[in-house]
């Protein structure tokens, strides 16, 4: 489950990241047209220019010393020709700007993108370190749940009840605490320990009421209390059983227990 989660949550971020670059390529793009625009307009007017100056060099094989009309209109093109020139400078000096801005523009985005992958990678890094430890975790508290289980299926019922106890100190989250603390007791009573048994028990009554070892938790309460002769206490606690957990397996067991009775 959190390896899924985990790998799920990098795709959202790599998504993310891709959406970033690629808005941030899509105006550079924009910004791309419009410089190819400008060049175009400055390669269209240094070609207006050039044929000016043609006009200008066959004005001046024209005038002669009489030519004062001629020289007028060929001052006038001067004019307009220098006036072309500043425009063409203007272009060409903001085109040099938007040029400038883009390369700065590229560079800063792909050094975040680099920063960002680098930070993702570190994340998703530190997040297999986490999921690899939590499976040498999980697979630790099995081994060690099913070592005590078998103790206790071996006969060996102190080595049980010692395993189980080391369990629930070394795994004091596990779900698997309720069962252990049913199993210790479970242990108490085969060793015919049955007050030990019976507060084991009542232990994992008062724990963990909502998990399915409390009602086997009150049979075997019951079952002590039987033992050691405390029989309106046990028929109490079999009552109490079927009233709490009527639709247990232990309920059905009660109730056959308080039928004979």
Do not use: C
């Not at 060049?39 to 094989?61: M, P, T, V, Y």
């Not at 078998?150 to 100190?169: C, D, E, H, R, V």
């Not at 009554?205 to 206490?233: C, F």
Request: glycine share 4%.
């Amino acid at each position: 489950m959190h390896r899924r989660f985990g790998l799920a949550t990098l795709v959202v971020w790599a998504a993310l990241f891709a959406s970033a670059a690629h808005a941030a390529l899509f105006d550079d793009d924009e910004a791309r047209k419009q410089i190819t625009q400008l060049r175009n307009q400055a390669d269209s007017r240094q070609k207006s220019i050039e044929e000016r100056l043609s006009a200008i060099d066959a004005k001046l094989g024209q005038i002669d010393a009489t030519g004062q009309n001629r020289t007028v209109d060929l001052a006038q093109l001067i004019e307009s020709l220098k006036q072309d020139m500043a425009k063409l400078r203007g272009q060409i000096e903001v085109l040099s700007n938007q040029s400038e801005t883009l390369e700065r523009r590229q560079k800063d985005l792909y050094v975040d993108l680099d920063n960002r992958l680098r930070k993702m990678e570190q994340t998703q890094t530190q997040l297999q370190d986490k999921m690899s430890q939590g499976e040498r975790s999980a697979a630790a508290e099995k081994q060690a749940y099913e070592t005590a289980l078998n103790q206790f299926k071996l006969g060996n019922y102190q080595l049980a009840i010692t395993s189980f106890q080391n369990f629930m100190t070394n795994f004091s989250s596990s779900e698997m605490l309720p069962s252990a603390q049913y199993w210790i007791g479970n242990a108490y009573y085969a060793m015919r320990d049955y007050k030990s048994a019976i507060a084991a028990q009542q232990k994992v009554v008062r724990l963990w009421p909502e998990n399915s070892k409390a009602p086997d938790a009150l049979l075997n309460i019951a079952s002590s209390q039987a033992e050691i002769g405390q029989s309106s206490a046990a028929r109490e606690t079999l009552r109490m059983l079927v009233k709490k957990y009527p639709s247990s397996s232990a309920a059905e067991q009660a109730k056959q227990r308080l039928a004979r009775k």
